[in-house]
């Protein structure tokens, strides 16, 4: 094994990446991982890696990548101006799990929003996730608000 690492994600990291985003019956439903490099992939990589607010990381292991995640650090004026680090879709590939890769590159993203500024991290994960719920509690997260979403 070569050292893993965790660094902001790069256009070619973006295969590995949509790989991991559409290896669950979840993210099959949602993702398409035999077209990766679509102009839709292409876009929103471009606006993510573009904003100065937003950080698409990857966990490597020499040139294999095998975790992501994304931050976004959110402006607010709730709690006197604080800032918040949004983490969406952390992914840790198949064939690494139960290594606890997982809990380095979250504990590694909260280290970021502490950098940042942020008074708070939050994420939302499916409620169907209930391993992913076990796991985040573990890492001290409380499942403290209902979160709702509207598809457009």
């Known amino acids: 094994m070569s050292e893993v690492l965790i660094r ?3 256009k070619a990291d973006l295969p590995a990446i949509v790989a991991m985003l559409a ?11 035999s077209i990766p490099l679509a102009q839709s992939y292409q876009d929103a990589f471009a606006a993510i890696d573009g904003n100065q607010n937003q950080f698409l990381a990857v966990m ?9 995640l994304q931050i976004s650090f959110l402006p607010g004026l709730s709690l006197q101006g604080a800032w918040r680090g949004q ?14 890769l997982g809990q380095r590159l979250l504990e590694w993203a909260i280290g970021k929003c502490r950098e940042h500024g942020c008074r708070i991290v939050q994420l939302t994960t499916n409620k169907s996730r ?10 001290g997260f409380k499942a403290s608000h209902i979160g709702y979403k509207l598809e457009l």
């Not at 290896?23 to 991982?33: I, S, V, Y």
């Not at 490597?60 to 992501?68: H, K, L, N, P, Q």
């Not at 992914?91 to 290594?99: F, L």
């Open 8 to 10: 902001r994600a790069e």
């Open 23 to 33: 290896d669950d019956a979840l993210g099959r439903a949602r993702e398409n991982a």
């Open 60 to 68: 490597t292991d020499g040139a294999e990548v095998i975790g992501t």
């Open 87 to 100: 983490i969406e879709a952390v992914r840790v590939a198949a064939n690494r799990r139960g290594e606890r």
């Open 130 to 139: 209930l391993d992913a719920h076990r796991f985040y509690e573990r890492l």
